[in-house]
């Protein structure tokens, strides 16, 4: 009996002691202050000695997860595609199937459909598209006939969508959503600068991180953007950003991965997306593997649209 007791308060004792040193541990982040940004560096990330505002610096800056994209352009390859549209009940309405072949050769690039299942009006007359999640998904994945001309640069590409209307205005709006998450995008009325996340009032609403993980394969910061607890429901209004966590490799920061979560209503308007993106090599361009979306739309007298998107890309090729 008295060895039973023995062996419970040793017992009790490594539980508190484990509990203790646990808390210790988590008491380790450190909190730091860069451009009127708080940021929470956890302890693996400050036993590294990292630059913040450098780290800061160089993630508004950033290029590769926009580049990655860019380079879709030069490159072949194959692509499984899966767009399914939804009622609101969650059935599918209108679906695309399909495995396609890009071939980028001399400048020039052309797609070659290998298989095509269709469902619903996902077209109108003449393969229009029927859908803005899907005519999004074409503007990123597909080419219609013979394009040239074409490059992998960056630097100098306008996003400005004040020279588009209709449907143009809204792809090149969503692209700029889908490209920069987190900076200003202009011409989306009542969003203004509510998603602009490095800005000084905007940054007040929410709370940045930075810690160390492993991703496939990759040495990452792990860098995380999420609203602020206890915020006022005049704040809570002001929210664009639901989540954006980002995995930059290391030694070069390209975006390994990135997970993001926007919602937003305007009353005439509203949104709530979720897209993962995840990343590969191919010898030195960095492109993007698999792309997941999942979003639902409404704008004033158009019909809401509730999409989800895969995009499986291998066999890339020069």
């Known amino acids: 009996m008295k060895k039973n007791i023995f062996a419970l308060k040793h017992h009790l004792l490594l539980v508190l ?18 451009q009127g940004k708080m940021i929470t560096l956890s302890d693996v990330v400050v036993r590294t000695n990292i630059n913040v505002p450098a780290f800061i610096k160089q993630v508004q800056d950033d290029t590769t ?29 209108a ?17 070659q459909v290998l298989e095509e299942n269709k469902t619903g009006d996902i077209y109108k007359g003449n393969y229009d598209w029927n859908y803005y999640t899907a005519s999004l998904y074409a503007g990123l994945f597909f080419t219609n006939g013979r394009v040239c001309g074409e490059t992998n640069i960056v630097k100098g590409v306008d996003f400005s969508a004040k020279d588009k209307s209709g449907i143009e205005k809204h792809k090149a709006q969503l692209k700029m959503l889908f490209f920069n998450p987190g900076k200003k995008i202009p011409g989306i009325p009542f969003i203004g600068n509510k998603i602009n ?6 940054a007040q609403l929410y709370d940045f991180s930075i810690d160390y993980a492993d991703h496939n394969q990759h040495h990452c910061y792990v860098f995380t953007i999420v609203p602020r607890e206890n915020l006022t429901a005049d704040e809570k209004s002001r929210l664009v950003i639901d989540n954006m966590t980002t995995w930059f490799d290391t030694e070069t920061m ?7 979560e926007m919602s937003y209503d305007a009353r005439v308007y509203d ?6 993106v995840e990343m590969t090599h191919f010898n030195e361009y960095l492109v993007p593997r698999v792309i997941r979306y999942n979003g639902n739309w409404d704008v004033m007298f158009k019909k809401r649209e509730r999409g989800i998107f895969t995009a499986t890309l291998f066999d890339f090729g020069k």
């Open 17 to 34: 002691s484990l509990s203790h040193s646990f808390n210790l541990f988590a008491q380790k982040d450190t909190t730091v202050e860069v």
């Open 254 to 260: 390209e975006v390994i991965a990135r997970n993001y």
């Open 65 to 93: 997860f926009y580049k990655a994209f860019r380079n879709l352009h030069i490159l072949s390859f194959t692509a499984i595609n899966d767009i399914n549209m939804l009622d609101k009940k969650q059935h599918i309405i």
């Open 271 to 276: 949104f709530k997306v979720k897209m993962e």
């Open 197 to 202: 996340l490095f800005d000084e009032e905007v």
């Open 95 to 111: 679906s695309l199937k399909s495995k396609t072949h890009q071939t980028a050769a001399n400048g020039c690039r052309t797609m």
